[in-house]
């Protein structure tokens, strides 16, 4: 998601081996479109699957450029943005909730954006069960933050287009705006959620990537000549 005020970078990794195979200004379909012109017709034809956001102009340049190429979404960015609709339910419950009930919400942000399994203090697994116990729909919204990322463990698209269908009925059942836009994103964006079962790759060694070149940045106090700023990833990642 782009932000106001913000710089961005195009970043291209070959999936099997990590390395950094582009690095281009701003996330434009035509950023993209530059590293496909630098392939041969024929090795973009060779291209299977790329896992990338949801992210429209990296879409387009994909569907442009790589005819034979399966889009597949990555989980870590559907969860993330799931991520920002809890927190929006949690605010829209705590001010229905009587003030009697008010403190078992405070607090409970990063309770439920974390994985249940990561919650381990004594006190914070006891807020967590007072909260989903008090509340349906934050508990029907945990319930939708689970199934979600079950949907990327199947490898039948039959099982998977199952799986999302029901997802998408609990969730509408909620009647919640901000739910029903993010099931409106993921029924738009469904094919490449399923073709995740024929392709199971996803974006984790680019979002290592990512964060080692914000420790590269930041260590330089930020790069105001890209070129150099480029060459400085590249050479991070062919040592």
Sequence with gaps: MARKGHSYLTVVLDSLTGRVLFVGKKRKAKTLKRFFNK????????????????????????????PNAKIVFDLFHVAANFNRVIDKVRNREYRKASKADKDVYKGSKYLLLKNRRNVRRQSHRQQLKELLALNQVINTVMILKEKLKHIWTYRSRTWAEKALDQWCDLARSLKIRSVNTFVKMLWRYRYGIINHCDYPIHTGKLEGVNNKIKIIKRKAYGFHDLRYFTLKIYQAFYN
């Design 39 to 66: 392939l041969s017709i024929s090795q973009r034809k060779k291209i299977e699957a790329a896992a990338m956001d949801m992210w429209d102009p990296f879409i387009k340049a994909v569907k442009d450029k790589l």
